[in-house]
């Protein structure tokens, strides 16, 4: 499977990006994604996940009220929709999937055999 994740860029804090990633290479809907982040100098991090179906989202609590992750099973294409950034929110974003089918996303990198190249976002004060 191959993920190319979109959407970064330059942004005021207070402002809005939405994040894209497109899966290709197997049956998008059947999987769990999930996004991670790295600020500079420090470990990637867990960001959001939802479920295959798209039922049931979870997020960090650093981002909790300002981001959303959704998803689009028709056009294999995961979302993250970033409000109210900050900058603290500066880092490379990645989306990722697992390699097991209908497996519940957990907030562990273990989880996840399957990376984007990442997407840049920063957040200007």
């Known amino acids: 499977v191959q993920l190319q994740a979109s959407g970064g860029g330059l942004v005021q804090a207070g402002g809005s990006l939405r994040l894209s990633c497109t899966a290709s290479?197997?049956?998008?809907?059947?999987?769990?994604m999930a996004w991670f982040r790295q600020a500079p100098g420090k470990e990637r991090m867990f960001v959001a996940a939802?479920?295959?179906?798209?039922?049931?989202?979870f997020l960090s609590d650093s981002v909790r009220g300002r981001f959303t992750i959704s998803r689009d099973n028709v056009r294999n294409t995961v979302y993250l929709q970033m409000n109210s950034l900050k900058p603290e929110d500066t880092a490379v974003y990645y989306c990722?999937?697992?390699?097991?089918?209908?497996?519940?996303?957990?907030?562990?990198?273990?989880?996840?055999?399957?990376w984007g190249q990442g997407t840049l976002v920063t957040v200007s004060s």
């Open positions: 939802i479920t295959w179906h798209g039922r049931n989202a």
């Open positions: 290479g197997r049956s998008f809907e059947n999987y769990a």
């Open positions: 990722a999937a697992p390699s097991r089918v209908w497996v519940l996303p957990g907030r562990s990198e273990s989880q996840y055999n399957f």
